[in-house]
């Protein structure tokens, strides 16, 4: 069994920035496509980025161009640096693999304020 542990969210002001990390607990992030999603209250999670073994990466229309996704093999983490935040980014985010496979995890807050 995978946990995935998310961290880095926060409340920040519109134009902001937020680097988020995701944990695997076990060796997991070299081996597999991954993803960061995210969730706004009453929906459900939706694609933001991902990012593919050999590094190559796509991004959701709304955050080209201000979110990057990366990954630290060695640290089996993944990462997602978010510049010029948007209210409309407010949502719990979470990673997982790409296409989903394993429980989420708790995900991590990230609240953009007007």
């Known amino acids: 069994q995978v946990q995935l542990v998310e961290s880095g969210g926060g409340l920040v002001q519109a134009g902001g920035s937020l680097r988020l990390s995701c944990t695997a607990s076990?060796?997991?992030?070299?081996?597999?496509?991954m993803g960061w999603y995210r969730q706004a209250p009453g929906k459900q999670h939706d694609l933001v980025a991902h990012?593919?073994?050999?590094?190559?990466?796509n991004y959701a229309d709304s955050v080209k161009g201000r979110f990057t996704i990366s990954r630290d093999n060695a640290q089996n983490t993944v990462y997602l640096q978010m510049n010029n935040l948007k209210p409309e980014d407010t949502a719990v985010y979470y990673c997982?693999?790409?296409?989903?496979?394993?429980?989420w995890g708790q995900g991590t807050q990230v609240t953009v304020s007007s």
């Open positions: 997982n693999a790409y296409p989903t496979y394993w429980d």
């Open positions: 076990r060796r997991i992030v070299s081996l597999n496509d």
């Open positions: 990012i593919r073994t050999d590094g190559s990466t």
